[in-house]
């Protein structure tokens, strides 16, 4: 924790900056390929089983 407010805003900065790129960019961007690629599972094993 921060011992005084400058210090405070500081940190504050830093996650700003830094940590919340992965919060708004990096992590939506990663879902969506999960969800691409679990759709294109489904696609193909679905159509694997019918022809069975």
């Not at 790129?21 to 019918?50: D, E, T």
């Amino acid at each position: 924790m921060a011992s005084n407010f400058s210090e405070h805003i500081e940190i504050g900065e830093y996650l700003d900056r830094y940590i919340s790129v992965y919060f708004h960019i990096i992590i939506p961007l990663l879902m969506l390929l999960v969800a691409m690629i679990r759709k294109g599972f489904k696609k193909k094993g679905g159509s694997k089983s019918n022809t069975t």
